[in-house]
């Protein structure tokens, strides 16, 4: 399997791009939602304690869509990095 976009015929490099540019869109007008919803759930860790990160998941899988629950995965790691 080659990942060179130049091996891609036209048809599959316009469906790379399309899908690259939803991506980038999606992340561009929900990046304030998700860090939002990051700080919510990192907010949780002292009061939920050892079942926080449990309870994280459950939310983490009941987000939609899934791009946008890794955009808050992301960021809740983000925040668990910083706060080592």
Known sequence: MSFNLADKSLAERA???????????LWQN???KAKGEAARLFGE????????????RAELDGMSPPEFANMVRSEVNRLMAANK
């Open 45 to 56: 860790r002292a009061k939920r304690k050892g079942k926080w990160a449990e309870w994280v």
């Open 15 to 25: 469906a790379l791009e399309d899908e690259k540019s939803r991506l980038f869109e």
């Open 30 to 32: 929900n990046l304030g």
